[in-house]
């Protein structure tokens, strides 16, 4: 089910834990109350916004936060989010409610953007930071 995705990002990852990154709220209301990916999301907020503010540190020794701050703020975005989760075909694994789906939620850069995140937080339940972090760092070299 989730081999094209995992072959794209070079790893397997259990079915359970790419199940519930890809659970919206909506799927859960109406399905009695699934854990959705939420978690997830918020777990990989922090990894994606530590990898790019690690590699912007690291990358630009000579810039001050008031440079660096902005720099993050335009790569990790909703909509450059989206934009990977899309090359990624995610939105086909979305598991969303019908209200959702009626109103084009697969293709909504707010949903695609919080499920790539909560495929972070998979990411590094399973893996870790190291792998997890090069994983990042390739979408956006690509991006």
Do not use: C
């Not at 997830?40 to 690690?54: A, H, P």
């Not at 989010?81 to 909504?108: F, P, Y």
Request: proline fraction near 2%; avoid cysteine; hydrophobic fraction near 40%.
């Amino acid at each position: 089910m989730y081999e094209t995705l995992t072959g794209a990002l070079g790893i397997s990852i259990e079915e359970s834990l790419l199940q519930l990154a890809f659970t919206h709220r909506s799927f859960s209301y109406e399905n009695g109350g699934v854990p959705t990916n939420e978690r997830l999301e918020f777990l990989g907020d922090s990894v994606l916004g530590l990898v790019i503010t690690q590699d912007l540190y690291m990358r630009f020794p000579e810039f001050d936060e008031s440079k660096l701050s902005p720099i993050r703020s335009g790569i990790v975005n909703t909509r450059a989010l989206a934009s990977i989760a899309r090359d990624l075909e995610i939105g086909e694994h979305l598991r969303i409610g019908k209200g959702e789906e009626s109103t084009g939620g697969r293709e909504k850069n707010s949903i695609l953007a919080d499920a790539l995140e909560a495929l972070v937080g998979a990411v590094y339940l399973q893996y870790g930071y190291q792998a997890t972090s090069e994983i990042i760092l390739n979408w956006f070299e690509a991006s």
